[in-house]
């Protein structure tokens, strides 16, 4: 009797222990799961032009952040954190940016994605390094932001103007022929930066005339004086710096005009609506944009995905803000926080795989491996030249 009255009060131990113990778990489990679906969420902001003329370079990137960020969320978000995404327009304007910069730090963004001019990117971007935020453009291509040393917090992931320009003068020369080369800009920071390495390139090649070096400006409804002056410089070609909506007119007058010589921009006008505005006269224009990666099954599925989402093809940098979106989540499941000083540390040495390909960043800020082309409209759509 006393054997079995001492395994009965041993069973009646173990089964209080294990029960209290089961108990103990199945308790936590729910807290964690509360927990995990209450906490704080991640705040990305995306500032960029998302009205006006250059709101078709602008919302592609609003709409390429929110895709990597849905997906993130559906997976669970970063170690249990879901992204909230906050937006702020700028129209490409630097004194709308400081403060869509300003905004979003006030309402809390621990990461950015844009700017998308470099006008604007650079004028905003004081208010992010005082606010200790790390920064990804996909499209300021101004060399500065980068090469000056001026900007830490700063990285993109698109190649700078000085690598386009040399692409734009080396396939003028060599590819078109011509030795007598008009250098149009619209007075920014990007179309001019652009238009000044291309002329110091022009002028370093032997036997080459930069015909006229002339700024425009921004938003004028007529472009015949500059246009006039092209003619009268007997230039065999321009290269423009600046974006679709001064191009397409100056192109149209030109063409109108009967001037029939090539015209070569940058990535600021290879966008479908440079070829809607301008319409047959957009046939033959020459434009430098980011390498074609349509073969890439994560580009396949980034614009399948668009597709399925929004019912329409994505725009212009619209890859290069996946690419953006994609390194920022990465860096910070990385590092395992917003940490300014984490941040860049995982953004320099935690490689990710993008539309763009395998990336990561150099010391300056510049996407390692990622480059131009140049592409022609032929037959109403941007094709890649060989």
Known sequence: M??????????????????????????TLPAASFAAKNAKP????????????????????????????KAKNEAGG??????????????CKPEMAVNAAT????????????????????AALGVYKDAKLVV??????????????????????????????????????????????????????YGKGLAEFAKTFLEASPGVTVTIFEGVTPGAVDYSAVVQKIKQSKAE?????????????????????????????????????????????????YATGPKDTSTNPLTI????????????DPGAFFLNAYAAAQAMVNAIEKAGSTDYDKLIHALRNEAVETPLGNIKFDEKGDAIGIGFSIYQVQKGVYVEME
């Open 2 to 27: 006393m054997g079995r009255v001492n395994v009965s009060k041993s069973l009646k131990k173990w089964y209080l222990v294990t029960a209290t113990a089961i108990a103990a778990v199945l308790l």
């Open 42 to 69: 991640i705040k990305i902001g995306v500032p960029g032009a998302h009205t006006g003329d250059l709101a078709s370079y602008g919302l592609p990137t609003v709409k390429a952040t929110e895709l990597v960020i």
């Open 78 to 91: 970063i170690n249990g954190q879901m992204i909230q995404l906050l937006t702020e327009d700028d129209a």
């Open 103 to 122: 905004k979003l730090v006030t309402s809390g963004a621990q990461a950015i994605i844009g700017h998308i001019c470099s006008g604007a990117t650079n």
């Open 136 to 189: 990804i453009s996909p499209s300021a291509t101004n060399p500065p932001l980068t090469q000056s040393g001026d900007n830490p917090n700063f990285f993109r992931t698109i190649a700078s103007d000085d690598a386009q320009a040399r692409l734009q003068v080396d396939f003028a020369l060599d590819k078109l022929g011509v030795k007598k080369v008009a250098v149009i800009h619209d007075k920014g920071d």
């Open 237 to 285: 070609a321009v290269i423009f710096g600046g974006y679709h909506p001064e191009a397409s007119k100056i192109v149209t007058q030109m063409r109108r005009r009967g001037m029939k010589i090539p015209f070569i921009s940058d990535d600021g006008v290879k966008d479908d609506t440079f070829i809607k505005v301008a319409g047959k006269y957009a046939e033959g224009v």
């Open 301 to 312: 599925k980034a614009i399948a995905d668009h597709k399925q989402f929004y019912g329409e």
